[in-house]
């Protein structure tokens, strides 16, 4: 397996860290970038400005892709992108990673054998976004595993960063894990076993469209 990083900034360098202790073979590029033959995926981990059109590249061109976090700025963009995946029968996936901790598997289970009344979300801190696309992104993606859709959002400007938490029902806290890297790793897993099993692979994708149209509804 050979997979490919677009990107070079904080995420891009997470995911080669990834990579290289699980003994997956890569390169990883900034602005100017290449397909190499071999190369089997690719990761777009650029500026969420450039997700669309670097995606949209390699999804025309039939490459496996896995883009972090939002999957591009506006809902027009997402659903083309949605658009060609499924006109190129590809393997598509965003980066949601907290939805593929064993922590949060175990704590959907739990909220499903209780059921949903409320949720309330939050976390905090420095942004490169406005703050809505960059933490909201994650609550957002989470609510909707749960089939919740979020009602409202509320933005607050403060020195002190916010500890993510995430609250079902005023009862079930689920908090970010000491193990939280090992989300990465199993998102990437399934990354590499969708493209090993060569079947088209849109539902990370799908998730992707649903947040983005929740944040810019």
């Known amino acids: 397996m050979k997979l490919g990083i677009v990107g070079r900034g904080p995420w891009g360098n997470t995911y080669a860290r990834t990579l290289a202790g699980m003994g997956v073979d890569y390169w990883q590029s900034g602005r100017t970038w290449a397909l190499n033959k071999k190369t089997q995926g690719v990761i777009v981990a650029s500026s969420a400005a450039s997700h669309y059109s670097v995606a949209k590249h390699l999804i025309d061109k039939g490459v496996p892709v896995l ?5 591009c700025l506006t809902v027009s963009g997402a659903q083309e992108l949605r658009r060609a995946a499924y006109e190129t029968g590809g393997i598509a996936f965003t980066g949601h990673t907290r939805l593929y901790s064993p922590a949060w598997q175990r704590f959907k289970y739990q909220v ?3 059921g949903v009344d409320t949720v309330k979300a939050q976390a905090g801190g420095p942004c490169k976004l406005d703050p809505l696309w960059d933490w909201g992104p994650h609550l957002v993606a989470m609510c909707l595993d749960l089939a ?5 959002s509320e933005i607050r400007v403060s020195r002190e960063a916010i500890p993510f938490r995430f609250t079902v029902n005023n ?3 689920f908090t970010d894990p000491i193990t939280k890297h090992s989300a990465l790793e199993m998102l990437l897993m399934a990354f590499i076993t969708a493209i090993e099993g060569g079947r088209q692979d ?7 469209v649903d947040v983005v149209s929740t944040l810019e509804e």
Do not use: H, T
């Open 67 to 71: 883009i972090e976090k939002p999957l």
């Open 112 to 114: 499903a054998q209780e």
């Open 171 to 173: 009862r079930l806290v």
């Open 202 to 208: 849109l539902s990370g994708l799908e998730m992707g």
């Open 148 to 152: 919740v859709v979020p009602e409202a």
